[in-house]
């Protein structure tokens, strides 16, 4: 079984739309961190953002937002009035305090914003 | 600042060859680690370091090593490369393992013929 599960292959969307990016993760531990990165067309990796298991605030950078839910498992990403430079590809991980030699991407989700 | 520098960003290789990527990062951060990107998928662990001196295997460390003899660098040497090697390798750096991987270098496009 996938330990991070990125439903959305590919989404597209049309500039200044709401977009929000699916994550579904799988784990026993209770200490655990999630993590969003983007890549964009150029193959540069960037951090968005990390949480731990112990906040499940929800976080708001900017136009990027949040929503982690440890009912559901989930740590949704949200883009709000999308720009064409958000296009890239988002990619959702985790990794987990009992065991540090693995860390588990998503296969990510392209998201294309058209002008 | 320079970040994490990686070197070189692009090599073709041609089978049972040896070659070692560089990894060099000016934040003083402890925790280091290499990654590949095979196509249309996300990171895979090669290996990481918790400091100078202290290397472990990560999910896919077969046919590499590594190796940290100071904090600022943290080379990645294949020892005869295959042609399953062929991958996009990222190495990073973060302020502890619980951040990882965190701050990237551009990458090394690396193709085994």
């Known amino acids: 079984a996938q330990k991070v599960t990125q439903a959305q292959t590919e989404i597209s969307v049309v500039e200044k739309e709401d977009v929000t990016l699916d994550c579904v993760y799988e784990?026993?531990?209770?200490?655990?961190?999630l993590f969003w990165y983007k890549q964009p067309p150029s193959g540069e990796l960037v951090f968005l953002i990390r949480r731990n298991s112990f906040d499940e605030q929800n976080e708001i950078s900017g136009r990027y937002s949040w929503n982690f839910q440890k009912s559901t498992s989930s740590f949704n990403f949200t883009i709000t009035a999308s720009q064409v430079v958000d296009s890239a590809v988002y990619f959702c991980a985790l990794s987990e305090a009992n065991n540090f030699n693995k860390f588990y991407f998503g296969s990510g989700t392209k998201l294309n914003v058209k002008p | 600042n320079a970040g994490v520098t990686q070197t070189p960003k692009f090599q073709v290789l041609k089978t049972g060859q040896s070659m070692t990527l560089q990894c060099a990062q000016d934040?003083?951060?402890?925790?280091m680690s290499w990654y590949r990107q095979d196509p249309g998928m996300g990171l895979r662990l090669i290996h990481y370091s918790v400091g100078a001196g202290i290397t472990d295997q990560g999910e896919v460390p077969n046919g590499y090593n590594v190796s940290r003899s100071t904090t600022e660098d943290f080379p990645l040497r294949l020892l005869s490369a295959a042609p399953s090697q062929t991958s996009v390798y990222f190495c990073?750096?973060?302020?502890?393992?619980?951040?990882?991987?965190?701050?990237f270098g551009d990458g090394t496009r690396l193709s085994i013929l």
């Open positions: 990073a750096s973060s302020r502890d393992r619980s951040w990882q991987p965190q701050h």
């Open positions: 934040m003083n951060h402890e925790y």
């Open positions: 784990t026993r531990d209770t200490t655990y961190y």
